[in-house]
């Protein structure tokens, strides 16, 4: 399965409806460039009452029920429709990140599709600390591949701005 199309919808509706995210979790890392396969979509956002009303709006032209689940324990609302396979989950908080500002700070602007909207991507940095704070064998099983993948990102930007210098 491609997430991009889903993505590209999802940057569409949010930039239209003004609803600021953050991609977190696998499928961000994905996007990042970590070997990793995930099914879910996972999005950190401000959980106020406005930002609830945007998301009531975004669900409706997706054909999509909302609804808060009763694991985990943490603030998320679910954005579902069975007929698409279609599940995102919006978090009011997350393992390890202290504040929206910050994680979004950090995060990359990424187009995907020939949309002209993007979706803010979490610093695989982060992505990996959420994960550590975590702590469930599902986040730690990943967490050697991850860390590798931002070694190597890290390395290669290096390099990069070496042989810039060099011209």
């Known amino acids: 399965m491609d997430a991009a199309p889903i993505l590209s919808r999802l940057a569409e509706l949010f930039q239209r409806h003004g609803l ?3 991609l977190i979790g ?5 996007l990042l460039g970590a070997p990793i396969t995930t099914v879910d979509i996972d999005f950190f956002f401000r959980e106020t009452p406005a930002n609830r009303k945007k998301l009531t709006a975004i669900a409706s032209e997706l054909s999509a029920v ?14 579902m429709n069975d ?6 989950d919006f978090l ?3 393992h390890g990140i202290r504040s929206f500002e910050g994680l979004r700070a950090r995060a990359q602007r990424i187009r995907l599709g020939d949309s002209d909207s993007e979706l803010y991507v979490a610093d695989l940095a982060d992505i990996i600390k959420s994960k550590k704070a975590a702590g469930r064998p599902r986040d730690k099983a ?3 591949l991850l860390e590798k993948t931002l070694e190597e990102t890290t390395r290669s930007k290096g390099q990069a701005r070496s042989s810039k210098k060099e011209r």
Do not use: C, K, S
Not at 26 to 30: E, G, M, Q, R
Not at 66 to 79: E, K, N, T, V
Not at 83 to 88: E, H, I, M, T
């Open 20 to 22: 600021e995210t953050v």
């Open 142 to 144: 990943v967490l050697e």
């Open 26 to 30: 696998n499928a961000a890392a994905a």
């Open 83 to 88: 007929d698409r396979a279609l599940q995102v």
């Open 92 to 94: 009011g908080e997350a």
């Open 66 to 79: 909302l609804f808060r689940p009763y694991y985990p324990r943490i603030r998320m609302i679910r954005l």
